[in-house]
T-cell receptor, first 116, second 110 residues
Framework: DAGVIQSPRHEVTEMGQEVTLRCKPISGHDYLFWYRQTMMRGLELLIYFNNNVPIDDSGMPEDRFSAKMPNASFSTLKIQPSEPRDSAVYFC??????????????FGPGTRLTVL | EDKVVQSPLSLVVHEGDTVTLNCSYE??????LLWYKQEKKAPTFLFML????IEKKSGRLSSILDKKELFSILNITATQTGDSAVYLCASMNRDDKIIFGKGTRLHILP
């Protein structure tokens, strides 16, 4: 398996532009997580899905952020309009709850976003 | 508000030393605690702990959870330069909500 795939790997954009980050989870995984990592705040959970349904989006910073999972193999995180304080590394992770105990999340390589 | 606090924030030791990384948590409906290692890219899973007092080991790494005192430690013995990384601790509650600590940056000097 190729693991969790994210694109793009790096993006530099100007303030006010729309940013769309993409994630393909590991096939067969029914949980998908979006995280943001900065030096100041560490790794923060933004939102997670179970079977394509958003379960908890309380970590989404504000209305400029939205996430979708139209099918089991694809999710997007959109920021519109983007601001310099959104600059961070955004990770996608997937996992499966099959079997007990539930344990490991597999992280993608991350998207490094810079908003100028 | 639920939180996970790691200490120290940063640690520099010589190769061969033993290190102990700390993680304390205050989490409603706590279920498990996880440790991850993050080198230059994405975090990779190390351990999941759900029961108090049961040590988990993987080579030179070991970890234990104390659910009464609400903390966990990660030990690394005979450290090597390849152990240099950020070590992340995370709590998971019964609603599958995960909160990460800010990590301990470990640097091993040759």
């Amino acid at each position: 398996d190729a693991g969790v795939i994210q694109s793009p790997r790096h993006e530099v954009t100007e303030m006010g532009q729309e940013v769309t980050l993409r994630c393909k989870p590991i096939s067969g995984h029914d949980y998908l997580f979006w995280y943001r990592q900065t030096m100041m705040r560490g790794l923060e959970l933004l939102i997670y899905f179970n079977n394509n349904v958003p379960i908890d989006d309380s970590g989404m910073p504000e209305d400029r952020f939205s996430a979708k999972m139209p099918n089991a193999s694809f999710s997007t995180l959109k920021i519109q309009p983007s601001e310099p304080r959104d600059s961070a590394v955004y990770f996608c992770a997937s996992s499966t709850k099959q079997g007990f105990p539930y344990n490991e999340q597999f992280f993608g390589p991350g998207t490094r976003l810079t908003v100028l | 508000e639920d939180k996970v606090v790691q200490s120290p924030l940063s640690l520099v030791v010589h190769e061969g030393d033993t290190v102990t990384l700390n993680c304390s948590y205050e989490v409603t409906n706590f279920r498990s605690l996880l440790w991850y290692k993050q080198e230059k890219k994405a975090p990779t899973f190390l351990f999941m702990l759900t029961s108090s007092g049961i040590e988990k080991k993987s080579g030179r790494l070991s970890s234990i959870l104390d659910k009464k005192e609400l903390f966990s430690i990660l030990n690394i013995t005979a450290t090597q330069t390849g152990d240099s990384a950020v070590y992340l601790c995370a709590s998971m509650n019964r609603d599958d909500k995960i909160i990460f600590g800010k990590g301990t940056r470990l640097h091993i000097l040759p």
